[in-house]
């Protein structure tokens, strides 16, 4: 039996929000990101207000994987950080480090830092595959989508090519 040498990789991106951290901080919670973000979906399984906070849980499903289970580590209003670490079995943990700062008066700079693991033989290829260019794409989306929301109060459509 061959040892297990599990993968790691990191990607970060920092993106422009045109609201001061304060108003996008909020918008950080599995609740709020269903209304910003087209196709979110996910099941609460425990908050004591309801939204996002230290020690919620939910889970998100995936077509072509298994349920991944979403744990807040930390939550600061005040310091406008936000950590969740992400478990999806027998694959991968990923550490996700969002950390907002002022940026002028009506903007916000939000640093974003996805950290994946292998946990299980079946994580390392996932891991190969994920690629810079996919998550600059989805990065990008989530920026357009962030800002659109703000702006309008509405949610940006995705562009299916189904």
């Not at 039996?1 to 970060?12: D, G, I, L």
């Not at 020690?55 to 077509?63: E, N």
């Not at 979403?70 to 991968?92: C, L």
């Amino acid at each position: 039996m061959s040892a297990f040498s599990p993968k790691r990789r990191t990607f970060r991106f920092c993106q422009t929000n045109l609201a001061p951290p304060e108003t996008v901080f909020p918008l950080l919670c599995p609740v709020r990101e269903a209304d910003w973000l087209d196709g979110w979906r996910f099941t609460m399984m425990y908050s004591d207000s309801g939204l996002a906070e230290k020690g919620c849980v939910f889970r998100t499903a995936s077509v072509d994987a298994k349920d991944t289970f979403w744990v807040i580590t930390r939550y600061s209003r005040e310091e406008h950080e936000i950590v969740f670490a992400r478990y999806t079995p027998d694959s991968v943990v990923c550490l996700l480090e969002i950390v907002l700062e002022p940026a002028g008066a009506h903007r916000s700079k939000v640093h974003i830092t996805y950290t994946y693991t292998a946990i299980a033989p079946e994580g390392n290829p996932w891991i190969d595959n994920l690629t810079e260019e996919d998550f600059l794409e989805t990065m990008r989306f989530w920026e357009k989508a962030i800002n659109h929301y703000l702006a309008t109060g509405t949610t940006l459509k995705r562009h299916h090519t189904d």
